[in-house]
């Protein structure tokens, strides 16, 4: 049974790209969530996806939005990139809005 | 705003020591509780959670967390540490049935 997947598992952007960021649920799951950890600090809560939609919401800019598929799985845009957005992305799934979260290996972005 | 607060932001320790990791959250009314670790090289992972009962709670790997309503606190411990608890750790509060909130993480280095 697979886990939580990302991909990729490494990106380079510049400055003003635009980004996507992929995750699969673990089997079972159908809610998805999505966090940036920042070097030296613990990961901070983007939003979380059930049925397709985007049920909660952080404290990130709108440049930050997200897509659930029927499959449940989910990507992460992040528009007009800015330096400060480098970090590691960590998708989390469960199996309701209020289960155990099962985190997946991240995607590592770096904007230059 | 919530917080998650970790005072302890790197603990050495060696073999066979007793470990106690503080955690303190903001008020922000119903509140579930959990420990992540993550050890070098591996994704994030559950240790223990609270949700309701027993104030006490018990995890994988000989770990334990107290959940004292009074104090806002959960401090996580371990009676004797092993050289394989090597890890970062992190305490993690759902407010609400709401959103997460991850404190900064403690760095545990265990002495062989």
């Known amino acids: 049974d697979a886990g939580v997947t990302q991909s990729p598992t490494h990106l380079i952007k510049t400055r003003g790209q635009q980004v996507t960021l992929r995750c699969s649920p673990k089997s079972g799951h159908d809610t998805v969530s999505w966090y940036q950890q920042a070097l030296g600090q613990g990961p901070q809560f983007i939003f979380q996806?059930?049925?397709?939609?985007?049920?909660q919401r952080g404290n990130f800019p709108d440049r930050f939005s997200g897509h659930q598929f029927p499959n449940y799985s989910s990507e992460l845009n992040v528009n007009a990139l800015l330096l400060g957005d480098s970090a590691l992305y960590l998708c989390?799934?469960?199996?309701?809005?209020?289960?155990?979260?099962?985190f997946g290996p991240g995607t590592r972005l770096t904007v230059t | 705003a919530q917080s998650v607060s970790q005072h302890n932001h790197h603990v050495i320790l060696s073999e066979a020591a007793s470990l106690e990791l503080g955690c303190n959250y903001s008020y922000g009314g119903t509140v579930n509780l959990f420990w992540y670790v993550q050890y070098p090289g591996q994704h994030l992972q559950l240790l223990l959670k609270y949700f309701s009962g027993d104030p006490l709670v018990k995890g994988i790997k000989g770990f334990e967390a107290e959940f004292i309503k009074s104090k806002f606190s959960f401090n996580l411990r371990k009676p004797s540490v092993q050289w394989s608890d090597t890890a970062e750790y992190f305490c993690a509060v759902f407010y609400n049935f709401n959103k997460f909130y991850f404190g900064s993480g403690t760095k545990l280095n265990v002495k062989p």
């Open positions: 996806y059930y049925e397709e939609e985007e049920r």
């Open positions: 989390a799934s469960s199996f309701d809005r209020f289960g155990e979260q099962y």
